[in-house]
Structures are given as structure tokens and as C-alpha cells.
């Protein structure tokens, strides 16, 4: 696995307590749930951008 590399994060307090929940009911971190996330957010942008192209 690659090494990972720390960065600050600001998010509004509402969002942030929306994400611990979240991550409460899926058994992960906090941290593990924005990961995932943004794992999400990126394969489906890649998706999309593979479908356009092939249009």
C-alpha cells in the first residue's frame, strides 16, 4: 500500500457531525469515511469522463 500523506482539512461543524454519523453506521473512522468518499467521488468522475469520451 503507498504511503499516505497527512493534510488539514476544514470542513463546517454541521458536515463534519454528518460524516461521524455516517462513518458510526458504515463501522468505519471518520477519517476511513472521507477516504471512501472521495474514492467514490473519483471513480465516478472517471466514469463519467470515460462515457464522454466514447460519445
Same mark, same amino acid.
Given at each position: 500500500?503507498?504511503? &499516505?500523506?497527512?493534510?488539514?482539512? =476544514?470542513?463546517?461543524?454541521?458536515?463534519? &457531525?454528518?460524516?461521524?454519523?455516517?462513518?458510526?453506521?458504515?463501522?468505519r473512522s471518520t477519517?476511513?469515511?472521507?477516504?471512501?468518499?472521495?474514492?467514490?467521488?473519483?471513480?465516478? =468522475? &472517471?466514469?463519467?469522463?470515460? &462515457?464522454?469520451?466514447?460519445s
Amino acid at each position: 500500500m503507498a504511503e &499516505k500523506k497527512a493534510f488539514i482539512l =476544514r470542513v463546517n461543524p454541521d458536515m463534519l &457531525k454528518d460524516i461521524e454519523i455516517w462513518a458510526t453506521d458504515e463501522f468505519r473512522s471518520t477519517n476511513g469515511q472521507i477516504e471512501y468518499i472521495l474514492q467514490q467521488a473519483l471513480l465516478a =468522475r &472517471k466514469k463519467a469522463a470515460k &462515457k464522454k469520451k466514447e460519445s
